[in-house]
């Protein structure tokens, strides 16, 4: 072939090269041009700094390790994140220095998941078990709402305490809300979240504030998230009549009263649940000599157990997480299991 002529080939083998793979290549950039953008592009490319993400329509829940008291965050699928009570307070002793369940615990596992703010605090009763580190969270963090059952702030058995954390509910701007069974919290859209207790009336007439009475009273909520339901009695071991059986079904249930009644409660056999979470104490020695289990513990997760139900409890696993898809349920325990002789 003639130089000039094999000069002209190799020029439109080199343009072929170069235009043949965008020529092959164009209908399928437009087809991926013409594919719907799923999730948020602001969330991924605009959220502030410290802001959540969202979860992926995961509903995460973890029950902390707070001693002989309750504390539960709520991590919502579109990445909120709500307590339900905030556990306890204890002195310091010669062997250990004080603890704040909000100071030392929760809020340490606010700050590794990222949160700059809490969207809001469900206090199920007035007790130093489920109130005691909400003071210290609601002075040192932003929290959106502050929700209770309305126990009035004069009456028998209230926490001098107490009324402040109403009061701090507007430091940042944050609403407070009485809540009675039937109300229902905006909490995702994801969730249905309603309150089954107290009825309204329960504060209407005039009680012996008692140790009792608050259990009794303490807000019943259900959470669901598909196909499951999430039960937090607080303390109430007995589910009040008027709550629709239906209602209190559930795949995972928070044992009442830290799992001193699971044999007696009506919340076992009528929730039927799958899974137990009990929050508590390893031992009780005052309960030695009393009607109560030293080691409620223990006593739940053979009396749970008996009935086939997977028992976990804080004092033994460490903090607890279930993580929901809307079909299933996934438990985890903090640590391999060690039940104290």
């Known amino acids: 072939m003639p130089p000039a002529k094999a000069s002209a080939c190799n020029r439109k083998r080199f343009l072929l090269a170069i235009l043949l793979p965008g020529l092959l290549l164009q209908p399928l950039f437009s087809a991926l041009a013409a594919q719907p953008v799923t999730g948020s592009s602001s969330a991924v490319h605009t959220a502030p700094a410290g802001a959540k993400l969202p979860h992926n329509n995961v509903l995460t829940i973890t029950w902390f390790e707070t001693g002989a008291s309750l504390a539960v965050a709520l991590e919502t699928p579109s990445g909120k994140v709500f307590l339900i009570d905030t556990g306890g307070v204890r002195k310091a002793t010669a062997s250990a220095p004080d603890y704040n369940a909000g100071r030392d615990t929760i809020s340490h596992f606010l700050k590794k998941h990222g949160y700059a703010r809490i969207d809001g605090i469900l206090i199920s009763h007035a007790h130093g078990d489920h109130i005691g580190g909400a003071q210290w969270l609601m002075e040192h963090w932003k929290v959106g709402q502050f929700i209770d059952h309305g126990y009035p702030a004069a009456a028998k058995g209230m926490p001098a305490t107490y009324p402040r954390l109403r009061e701090l509910t507007a430091k940042d701007g944050g609403a407070y809300r009485v809540v009675r069974s039937g109300d229902t919290l905006a909490w995702d859209p994801a969730l249905q979240t309603e309150v089954l207790a107290p009825a309204a009336g329960t504060f209407d007439k005039p009680d012996d504030g008692s140790h009792s009475f608050l259990n009794m009273s303490s807000i019943v909520l259900r959470v669901q998230h598909g196909r499951n339901v999430f039960l937090f009695p607080g303390d109430a071991y007995h589910a009040a009549k008027d709550i629709p059986a239906r209602k209190l079904k559930c795949a995972v249930l928070t044992s009442p009263h830290h799992g001193f009644h699971p044999d007696s409660s009506n919340f076992t056999k009528l929730s ?18 009393t009607p109560y289990p030293r080691s409620p513990g223990g006593f739940s997760v053979e009396k749970y157990g008996a009935l086939g139900i997977e028992t976990f409890v804080t004092a033994f696993d460490g903090d607890i997480t279930a993580r929901s898809d809307g079909q299933t349920v996934k438990m985890t325990r903090q640590r391999a299991r060690v039940i104290p002789p």
């Open 272 to 289: 039927a649940p799958k899974y137990v979470v009990v929050t508590c104490a390893a031992d009780y020695p005052s309960n030695a000599g």
